[in-house]
């Protein structure tokens, strides 16, 4: 009786975590050409992935991330936070991947085509 | 059996739980992150701690988890993976025991709950954290292996509980 109801949540739990992905696969766009990186709930910088660049993350806050955009993926190159799992992850170029620095609150994700009214007021700060 | 004897053993068995959860997360640390869902994990040190919830009680468990989550934090992490992990572990351990005293699920039930619970606990403060919802939309792909890791966590610890109950 026990074992059946193991087995009864076990296939509702997998079904509603299935649909679940499936919603969430299906709502992100096809293809990513932004990578945005947010601190704390802001966003720093919205980097073109069609162009290499480099964006140093965390100034204002006194942390410290690299930032690389290289042959259309982002990855974060060095990084001061303690566990470096940012830096570990590697490259991300699909809409739905993320690199998460969460001792610096750090979220790197890939976003479709921007929004035309939206473009004007977030210009990524380029660096180095 | 008389009743020191009995703690006596209980003694030797937290012991040996704890022992095996911080050499369980040492090895886990070695493999590396796997970048298509970040966070995702097998969480053997938690077969410790299952199976402290199964021989023993809730209390047991908490402190398995509480000591394994201390020393492998400051063996090979820091201050805030020790939180981090705190939150998970604490979570799991919460819903594990809850839905142990529901009396409706076998072990291996309970430990597919924890892994679940456990996930749920981490992605909770990592948008709190980074103040990001976006991170959230991860729990479901994260809940899926969860769910996995629990079930096998789950059959594993049976076995071992079976094959080493106290006071036999």
């Not at chain 2, 809730?58 to 939180?83: D, H, K, M, T, Y």
């Given at each position: 009786?026990?074992?059946?109801?193991?087995?009864?949540?076990?296939?509702?739990?997998?079904?509603?975590?299935?649909?679940?992905?499936?919603?969430?696969?299906?709502?992100?766009?096809?293809?990513?050409?932004?990578?945005?990186?947010?601190?704390?709930?802001?966003?720093?910088?919205?980097?073109?992935?069609?162009?290499?660049?480099?964006?140093?993350?965390?100034?204002?806050?006194?942390?410290?991330?690299?930032?690389?955009?290289?042959?259309?993926?982002?990855?974060?190159?060095?990084?001061?936070?303690?566990?470096?799992?940012?830096?570990?992850?590697?490259?991300?170029?699909?809409?739905?991947?993320?690199?998460?620095?969460?001792?610096?609150?750090?979220?790197?994700?890939?976003?479709?085509?921007?929004?035309?009214?939206?473009?004007?007021?977030?210009?990524?700060?380029?660096?180095? | 059996m008389r009743k020191d004897e009995k703690s006596e053993r209980k003694t030797a068995y937290l012991g040996l739980l704890c022992a095996a959860?911080?050499?369980?997360?040492?090895?886990?640390?070695?493999?590396?992150?796997?970048?298509?869902?970040?966070?995702?994990?097998?969480?053997?040190?938690?077969l410790a701690v299952v199976m402290a919830l199964y021989l023993y009680s809730w209390r047991e468990a908490l402190l398995v988890?509480?000591?394994?989550?201390?020393?492998?934090?400051?063996?090979?992490?820091?201050?805030?993976?020790?939180?981090?992990?705190?939150?998970?572990?604490?979570?799991?351990?919460?819903?594990?025991s809850?839905?142990k005293?529901?009396?409706?699920?076998d072990g291996?039930?309970v430990?597919?709950?924890?892994?679940?619970?456990?996930?749920?606990?981490?992605?909770?403060?990592?948008?709190?954290?980074?103040?990001?919802?976006?991170?959230?939309?991860?729990?479901?792909?994260?809940?899926?292996?969860?769910?996995?890791?629990?079930?096998?966590?789950?059959?594993?610890s049976g076995e071992m509980v079976r094959r080493m109950r106290p006071g036999r």
């Amino acid at each position: 009786m026990k074992k059946r109801n193991t087995w009864i949540l076990a296939g509702v739990l997998l079904l509603l975590f299935g649909a679940g992905s499936c919603i969430r696969q299906l709502l992100l766009p096809d293809t990513g050409s932004y990578a945005v990186v947010q601190i704390n709930g802001e966003t720093a910088a919205r980097l073109k992935l069609s162009e290499d660049t480099e964006f140093l993350a965390g100034e204002r806050t006194g942390d410290y991330n690299l930032v690389q955009v290289k042959d259309g993926a982002v990855s974060v190159r060095e990084a001061d936070c303690a566990d470096e799992i940012c830096v570990r992850t590697g490259e991300i170029r699909k809409p739905g991947e993320i690199i998460a620095c969460l001792p610096h609150g750090l979220i790197i994700s890939i976003e479709g085509e921007e929004r035309p009214e939206k473009q004007q007021e977030e210009e990524p700060h380029e660096e180095g | 059996m008389r009743k020191d004897e009995k703690s006596e053993r209980k003694t030797a068995y937290l012991g040996l739980l704890c022992a095996a959860a911080i050499l369980l997360g040492y090895v886990e640390s070695l493999f590396p992150v796997f970048a298509s869902v970040q966070g995702m994990k097998l969480g053997l040190p938690n077969l410790a701690v299952v199976m402290a919830l199964y021989l023993y009680s809730w209390r047991e468990a908490l402190l398995v988890s509480a000591v394994r989550i201390l020393v492998i934090g400051f063996l090979f992490g820091n201050a805030f993976s020790i939180a981090f992990s705190l939150a998970g572990g604490l979570v799991s351990l919460l819903c594990m025991s809850l839905a142990k005293r529901t009396g409706k699920l076998d072990g291996t039930g309970v430990s597919m709950v924890g892994g679940v619970a456990h996930n749920a606990g981490q992605i909770l403060v990592a948008v709190a954290v980074t103040e990001n919802i976006r991170v959230g939309y991860c729990f479901f792909p994260l809940a899926v292996s969860g769910l996995a890791a629990g079930l096998l966590i789950g059959v594993l610890s049976g076995e071992m509980v079976r094959r080493m109950r106290p006071g036999r």
